[in-house]
């Protein structure tokens, strides 16, 4: 998958893979032909509960950002993507409810598994 800046084998280099969780997170089930899913995989399981609160606000902020960008172009007001804005959470969640959180988000479109990506490795890396 040539649209993700930086391949996700390179979480490797930023974290330790010490699992915190079992969970399998399935949000990203759809493309794992496309792209190596396992390095994602193991920087959210490694990742303690009190951060994921922190990861789905990133990811909701970049989105948000992109939006109110893009809200003045007329090819973006005419996509569905238009129709996406939300909301932060406020308080602690679990890896399960982050993969919920996450599969709602994406809703099996490969464009926003790439953006989801991005932003987990701009978050790892910024």
């Known amino acids: 998958m040539n649209h993700v800046s930086i391949p996700p084998e390179k979480l490797y ?9 079992t969970y399998t997170f399935t949000c ?5 032909n496309n ?3 396992a390095p994602i995989h193991d920087f959210l399981c490694s990742t303690p509960t009190i951060r994921l ?7 909701v902020k970049h989105w948000n950002r992109v939006h109110d960008k893009m809200s003045c172009e007329k090819s973006f007001r005419n996509s569905i993507y238009s129709q996406y804005k939300y909301k ?16 709602l988000f994406v809703k099996e479109d490969p464009l926003k598994a790439i953006f989801v990506i991005q932003c987990l490795m701009k978050y790892v890396f910024p």
């Open 28 to 32: 990203f089930s759809f493309i794992h």
């Open 13 to 21: 280099l930023r974290f330790l893979v010490s699992p915190v969780t």
């Open 35 to 37: 792209i190596n899913l």
């Open 53 to 59: 609160q922190n990861i789905w606000n990133w990811i």
């Open 88 to 103: 932060y959470i406020h308080n602690e969640i679990n890896h399960s409810q982050l993969d919920e959180y996450l599969q």
